[in-house]
T-cell receptor
C-alpha cells in the first residue's frame, strides 16, 4: 500500500518568507510525527499529533513554527518569517495509534533551503 | 529520556555478519529498544524493536543483554545495500512515542 508522502520534495525560499510543508500519512494511522534533520545530524523531534490534536509540541523550536492536522489525516507544518537556520530536511512519520512499541513509518522528507 | 551510545562508524565485508552495538545503561523498565536505519537521502526505515527478549525478523536480529543495558543489532549477511546510518533508540509510553535519535553508526559494507 501507499506509504507516507510529503510535498514538496524540495522547497527553496528567501529569508523572511512563509512556507508550508505537507504530510500525507498512511491511511488509518492516527498518530503523526514531525521531525527535522540538519546536515550530519540525526532527526530531531518537533511535534506529535494523536488524531486532530497536538499531544506533544515540546520540540517546536519557537513560535514561528506551527503545525495543524484539522481532519486527523493530512498535516501541514507552517514556518513563518523563515531564517537561514531553518534550512533542513523536514521528515514526517505516522504510526497506527501512537502506542508504545508502535512502528513509525517515515516519509522521504522535504528539503527546505532558506536563502 | 534514556540515551544511547553507539560507535560513530563501522566497516563490514559483503556477505559477512554485521554486528552493531548499542549501550543504553539508563534504560527504564517500560522502555523498548528500537533500531532504525537511514540510507542516504531517504527517510529512516524501521528495522526491529524489543523489550527484554531477543527478536528476529526478515531483516535482522536484536540481542538484548539480560540487564538490558546494552544490545546488538545483527545483519546476518550484509550486502552493499545495507550501507546506511543505523540508529539505536530507546522509547516508552512516557515519551508519547516520539523517537530521540542520536548520531547513529555509519555502517559501510565493502565488497
Amino acid at each position: 500500500g501507499a506509504g507516507v508522502s510529503q510535498t514538496p520534495s524540495n522547497k527553496v525560499t528567501e529569508k523572511g518568507k512563509y512556507v508550508e510543508l505537507r504530510c500525507d500519512p498512511i491511511s488509518g494511522h492516527t498518530a503523526l510525527y514531525w521531525y527535522r534533520q540538519s546536515l550530519g545530524q540525526g532527526p530531531e523531534f518537533l511535534i506529535y499529533f494523536q488524531g486532530t490534536g497536538a499531544a506533544d509540541d515540546s520540540g517546536l523550536p519557537n513560535d514561528r513554527f506551527f503545525a495543524v492536522r484539522p481532519e486527523g489525516s493530512v498535516s501541514t507544518l507552517k514556518i513563518q518569517r523563515t531564517e537561514r537556520g531553518d534550512s533542513a530536511v523536514y521528515l514526517c512519520a505516522s504510526s497506527l495509534n501512537g502506542a508504545e512499541a508502535d512502528t513509525q513509518y517515515f516519509g522521504p522528507g522535504t528539503r527546505l533551503t532558506v536563502l | 529520556d534514556a540515551k544511547t551510545t553507539q560507535p560513530t562508524s563501522m566497516d563490514c565485508a559483503e556477505g559477512r555478519a554485521a554486528n552493531l552495538p548499542c549501550n543504553h545503561s539508563t534504560i527504564s523498565g517500560n522502555e523498548y529498544v528500537y533500531w532504525y536505519r537511514q540510507i542516504h537521502s531517504q527517510g529512516p526505515q524501521y528495522i526491529i524493536h524489543g523489550l527484554k527478549n531477543n527478536e528476529t525478523n526478515e531483516m535482522a536480529s536484536l540481542i538484548i543483554t539480560e540487564d538490558r543495558k546494552s544490545s546488538t543489532l545483527i545483519l546476518p549477511h550484509a550486502t552493499l545495500r545495507d550501507t546506511a546510518v543505523y540508529y539505536c533508540i530507546v522509547s516508552g509510553s512516557s515519551n508519547t512515542g516520539k523517537l530521540i535519535f542520536g548520531q547513529g553508526t555509519t555502517l559501510q559494507v565493502k565488497p
